[in-house]
């Protein structure tokens, strides 16, 4: 069973930052990509990041690039988003996502949420101005 747990959420001030984990476990495909979505009150769900499973491909939304970064520990199934420079905008639940089933996909990694197969229950961030 496929499992992804998030964790480093919390309130943090404008202009300051915030490293997200993921754990991911329960999968033995060899080519995935892992992604990072928010959702935001009254929002729908937008894409945010992703990093492919050799950790050579990335993507990014406009809204974050510059600010953020995505990386892997391959050895512990873990995806971070380093998040910099934080805006209340930033502001909602946080989840990351998995994607193992549409190769294109995984190879241009995108962040169209429709595509990922599991998720996580999500971890909440809250930036005050």
């Known amino acids: 069973e496929v499992q992804l747990v998030e964790s480093g959420g919390g309130l943090v001030q404008a202009g300051g930052s915030l490293r997200l984990s993921c754990a991911a476990s329960?999968?033995?495909?060899?080519?995935?990509?892992i992604g990072w979505f928010r959702q935001a009150p009254g929002k729908e769900r937008e894409g945010v990041s992703c990093?492919?499973?050799?950790?050579?491909?990335?993507n990014y939304a406009d809204s974050v690039r510059g600010r953020f970064t995505i990386s892997s520990d391959g050895a512990k199934n873990t995806v971070y988003l380093q998040m910099n420079r934080l805006k209340p905008e930033d502001t909602g639940v946080y989840y990351c996502?998995?994607?193992?089933?549409?190769?294109?996909?995984?190879?241009?990694?995108?962040?169209?949420?429709?595509?990922?197969?599991?998720w996580g229950q999500g971890t909440q961030v809250t930036v005050s101005s």
């Open positions: 996502a998995l994607l193992y089933s549409d190769y294109d996909s995984i190879t241009s990694c995108s962040i169209s949420s429709t595509l990922f197969d599991d």
């Open positions: 990093i492919s499973s050799t950790a050579d491909i990335t």
């Open positions: 329960g999968f033995t495909d060899d080519d995935y990509a």
